[in-house]
Nanobody, 123 residues
Framework: VQLQASGGGLVQAGGSLRLSCAAS????????MGWFRQAPGNEREFVAA????????TYADSVKGRFTISRDNAKNTVYLQMNSLKPEDTAVYHC?????????????????WGKGTLVTVSS
């Protein structure tokens, strides 16, 4: 699976952004999808994941209630809607694909990774 994230940018605290991750190659619907982020000097951390059907989702505690993950299997795309952004959300955001949906993932817990997109939240 080839993955390409987009939609990052500079936003003020309290603002919103929507990230997209387009997939190609292997059958998109066969994979759970996830979003991760890596801030400067930090390890990559899990943000959110969604099952192949879209019926199950899971979030890191730090983003619950502010971020929403969704997918459109007809468009081979997964999204991350980010609201009420905070400066601590500043990071490079990566999408990933995994053969199995789980309730949580480690920072390197995906089978496939895409290049990231930078999100900068100013205070």
């Amino acid at each position: 699976v080839q993955l390409q994230a987009s939609g990052g940018g500079l936003v003020q605290a309290g603002g919103s952004l929507r990230l997209s991750c387009a997939a190609s190659g292997r059958t998109f619907i066969n994979y759970a999808m996830g979003w991760f982020r890596q801030a400067p000097g930090n390890e990559r951390e899990f943000v959110a994941a969604i099952s192949w059907s879209g019926l199950s989702t899971t979030y890191a505690d730090s983003v619950k209630g502010r971020f929403t993950i969704s997918r459109d299997n007809a468009k081979n795309t997964v999204y991350l809607q980010m609201n009420s952004l905070k400066p601590e959300d500043t990071a490079v955001y990566h999408c990933g694909a995994h053969r199995f949906y789980k309730s949580s993932y480690t920072g390197d817990g995906m089978d496939y990774w895409g290049k990231g997109t930078l999100v900068t939240v100013s205070s």
